[in-house]
């Protein structure tokens, strides 16, 4: 279990290496603008809003709880900036990610991909747009049907104290599905079959997605994370998921 957890987040840190590969660097601007104009936001959101926020929850007479309440607030904005961002993200994102996914599985698999079109550009996927906002939707109603009951498990007392851990896995397991799917759907995979290789290889891809979630909840890394997300997920895809089907 734990081999195929590493053996899952050294795509990741591969993923840092294929980005800045010759054929591929152009196609990680847009999804590069993309995560730094969201997350650029949305800290500076928290950082104008928060403290305003905090003082009107308040009342005066309990303001010396401020320093205790800051904290919490702060890891309730991470988690919410963490699952709306990144859906959001990835939903701008999708028709470049899977052109950058594209360009990267030609790049591991340069013979295999000798006589295939590898003269996609952003003009053919935008036509293409509407197939792939089609199942960032289907991904967004399975994330959320599998969020609320969690969510509900997170304010019962008792039952809470374990619901840090389970966030965690289920961010990893969220963040896998997504980034798999750009590789998987250049190749008319459906979705209920990717989760269906995606639960043969459940640790490989849970150690994927664990790095990217580091990634996109940390400033300045999570500016990349969408890039390398995609360039992971694809190598993870072609190095191993692929001989699976």
Known sequence: ?????????????????????????????????????LFSSAFWFGYTK???????????????????????????????????????????GAPFNSVLSEKIE??????????????????DLLKAAGVGLGNELRKLFYIISRAIP?????????????????WFLFGAWMIAIEYLDYPMGNHEINFKQQLEVIKQNRFKCLGMGAALMFMTITPILNFFAMPVGVAAATSLWTKNLKSTI
Request: net charge positive; no cysteine.
């Open 50 to 92: 928060l403290d305003a926020y905090i003082e009107q929850l308040l009342p005066t007479w309990l303001a010396w709880l401020e320093f205790i309440i800051w904290p919490l607030v702060l890891l309730a904005g991470l988690v919410v900036m963490f699952f709306a961002f990144t859906l959001v993200a990835n939903l701008l």
């Open 106 to 123: 030609h790049h591991l698999l340069p013979r295999e991909n000798k006589k295939s079109s590898g003269n996609s550009n952003y003009l």
């Open 1 to 37: 279990m734990l081999k195929d957890v590493l053996y899952g987040v050294s795509h990741v840190l591969n993923g840092f290496r294929l980005i800045k590969k010759p054929g591929v660097k152009r196609y990680v601007v847009v999804p590069t603008l993309i995560n730094l104009i």
């Open 150 to 166: 969690l969510l509900i498990l997170s304010i019962i007392p008792g039952l809470n104290l374990i619901a840090p851990f389970l």
